[in-house]
C-alpha cells in the first residue's frame, strides 16, 4: 500500500492532484477542500489509500492520515465505495462525520449527494460502532461527561456539552434556547430535564442554523 505521497505539486484539477515523487508523476484523487489547500510547484505531502480494481489503480489523496482512516472506515459500510466515501468526506470533516453518527443525524448524512432518507439510516446503524466519537477539543465523550456530571442545571450542563463539542459559546446559548421549551414541557408533566435528549435536539438545531 503507498501510505503517502511527498513531493512538489506538479498539476491540480478540481478532483485532481499530480504530485511528483521520484521523477513520476502520481495522479491522487482528492476532495475540493483539499485542493484548495496545495499551490503548483509548492511541496505537499498526502497521506493516500490505493484502491485496487481490476481494471485500475486508483490512489486516493487526503489532508492527513485521520481523514484517510475514516475513508476507509466508511467504505465499510455496505453500499459505500471509495467515490461516495470521498463524496461524504468533501461535505463533512471526519469529526463531523463521527458526531452525526454518534447522535444519529440523518439530515447531515442526506447532505451528500448520493445519500437518500433511507440510505442514511441503513449507514447510521452500520457506521454506529465503527468511527467513534469526535477527536476535537473535548470530543463527544466530553460532552457527554458534560452531561452526566454534577448538580449544575440542564442549561448549564447542556451550554458546557456544545462548548465541549467545539461550537462558540452564542451558538451554545441560541441552541440552548431553541431547546427550553422541550425541556420545560419535561419538567411540567413531573420530571426533569432529559438532557442527552436535549443535546441531541440543540445538535439539530445548530446543523440547520449553518
Known sequence: MIAFVSGPVAALAPTTAVVEVGGV???????????????????A??????????????????????????????????GVGPRLAQ????VHSPDALRLAV?????????????????????LLLELKDKLGAPLGTSGLVGAQRAVASGPAPWTEQL???????????REAEDAVAAVTPQAEAAIAAG????????????????????
Not at 508523476?25 to 511541496?43: D, F, H, K, S
Not at 451550554?159 to 459559546?169: K, R, T
Open 45 to 78: 505531502r498526502l497521506a493516500t489509500s490505493l484502491v485496487v480494481r481490476e481494471d485500475s489503480l486508483t490512489l486516493y489523496g487526503f489532508a492527513d492520515d485521520d481523514e484517510r482512516q475514516v475513508f476507509e472506515l466508511l467504505q465499510t459500510a455496505s
Open 159 to 169: 451550554s458546557a456539552a456544545l462548548i465541549g463539542l467545539g461550537y462558540a459559546s
Open 87 to 90: 463524496a461524504m468526506l468533501g
Open 25 to 43: 508523476g502520481m495522479a491522487v484523487q482528492c476532495t475540493p477542500n483539499t485542493i484548495a489547500g496545495l499551490r503548483i510547484g509548492q511541496e
Open 191 to 210: 420530571g426533569t430535564a432529559p438532557v442527552p435528549q436535549l443535546l441531541r435536539a440543540a445538535l439539530q438545531t445548530l446543523n440547520r442554523s449553518r
Open 102 to 122: 454518534a447522535t444519529g443525524d440523518e439530515k447531515a448524512l442526506t447532505a451528500v449527494p448520493g445519500i437518500g432518507k433511507k440510505g442514511a439510516q441503513k
